[in-house]
């Protein structure tokens, strides 16, 4: 689904977004538009100026304001700056992806990418470059006030942006959790830090807004906040547990341990998802490693992670610690 002036759904007196698949937040001051993440490809980015124009005549578009730098988020940054000259917020981490888009091939891989990876819609992006470094401050642009909070776990430097306009608080999320239907679909997002990300997905659900927009699922009020927060919680913590489990059977290599989980979800995934569910995998097993809850070997040159004794109470208070 493309944007388009049609699918604008405003929120408050200077707040909305345009309900596609990776919902493209949008702040109208009194003189300037704010773009809060630009779709997948540069089509998207043209047809973000195209709907601006058509909502907002006479207004310029100030700035693409990104959440983190994965391509489908700023996929449509700069066909967005040729065209209107805006400038680009992000933070340092995600201006670093964005200027050298193809080191997101070379993450997921763990080295040289495959041909059709570094050509695939998720990898492939133009590039461009930052104008201001977002950091954890507010500021002022006329009469709406960006709050901007870090929001670590699914991507590096990925940051929550708050715009109150004195009438209402929109809290556009990134990914910094996923709505309801996407983790029907997806029971195992793209996380690369498990416990950094349930301690955002917490200071989401206790930050007070009016709304909140989730790029991947939606838009929730503080009345239904909690319950999808809980269940990015939960989510993770299923995830880790059936890991624990299976690694407690037998030792195995991380792609064993994916062939068990893919294989228990009953997913057939494509390479690329593949890839990003072997790279969450990896994270996750990362993360029960350095809480203590699994170990590795070397052994007849296969990295072996195993669970020796953790049981299902050492994980839930392992849990709990991590999250306080």
Known sequence: MSVTASNYVKLSACCGYFNTPNATGVVCT????????????????????????????????AAVINTHSHNDHSGGNAAIVRLTGAQVWCSREADCILRLPELVGYLYSGGKPLLEIQEHGRVKSEPCKAD?????????????????????????????IIADDGEKKVYYL??????????????????????????????????????????HGGIYTRENVHAAAELNIIVTLEAELKILKLLKE?????????????????????????????????????????????????????MLWFNENTSDSD?????INTSE
């Open 30 to 61: 009194s003189t300037s538009v704010y773009i809060i993440d630009s779709g997948v490809t540069p089509q998207d980015g043209e047809d973000i100026v195209s709907a601006v124009t058509e909502l907002f005549p006479g207004k310029k578009i």
């Open 132 to 160: 201001k470094f977002l950091k954890e401050t507010s500021i002022t642009c006329e009469e709406v006030t960006f709050t901007f909070v870090r929001l670590e776990g699914h991507f590096f430097g990925h940051y929550g």
């Open 174 to 215: 990134g990914d910094g959790f996923f709505g309801k239907d996407m983790l029907k679909k997806a029971w195992i997002p793209f996380i690369y830090d498990a416990d950094a990300f349930r301690k955002s997905v917490q200071k989401i659900e206790y930050t007070d807004c009016d709304f909140y927009v989730a790029a």
């Open 250 to 302: 037998a030792p195995m290599t991380h792609e064993q341990l994916l062939k068990k989980i893919l294989d228990f979800a009953g997913m057939k995934p494509q390479l690329i998802q593949y890839l990003l569910i072997g790279t969450t995998i990896q994270s996750y097993l990362s993360c029960l490693h350095d809480r203590g809850l699994i170990k590795y070997k070397l052994e007849d040159n296969q």
């Open 315 to 319: 994980f839930i208070n392992s849990a």
